[in-house]
């Protein structure tokens, strides 16, 4: 079992930039795919990226490629996105989330573990 403390949200201007991170406890966190999601008011919450275990290989959704970068540090437990030239559509509250299945996917239902999330907003 895991457990996930976000953090690193806040306001910030259009074109700006946030790094969140993603502290998770326990010794087994490298064997855990990570993802993050975000849910902005009356809409559902929506896939953003994912990382496998090992950090080899990532995936985002195409609203946010070559903006917002995935990574992880194992030996921190820690995963994070940089975010970067922010838009107001940007703005929801920001969560993690770890599965142990392979292959990753980018569908909340297959993580069984997450955080209570982050608010990032984004000021035009």
């Known amino acids: 079992q895991v457990q996930l403390v976000e953090g690193g949200g806040g306001l910030v201007e259009a074109g700006g930039s946030l790094r969140l991170s993603c502290a998770a406890s326990g010794r087994t966190f490298s064997r855990y795919a990570m993802g993050w999601f975000r849910q902005a008011p009356g809409k559902e919450r929506a896939f953003v990226a994912t990382?496998?275990?090992?950090?080899?290989?990532?995936s985002y959704a195409d609203s946010v490629k070559g903006r917002f970068t995935i990574s992880r540090d194992n030996a921190k437990n820690t995963v994070y996105l940089q975010m970067n030239s922010l838009k107001p559509e940007d703005s929801a509250v920001y969560y993690c989330?770890?599965?142990?299945?392979?292959?990753?996917?980018?569908?909340?239902?297959?993580?069984?573990?997450w955080g209570q999330g982050t608010q990032v907003t984004v000021s035009s």
């Open positions: 989330a770890a599965t142990t299945i392979s292959p990753v996917r980018t569908s909340d239902t297959f993580y069984g573990y």
């Open positions: 990382i496998t275990s090992s950090g080899g290989t990532t």
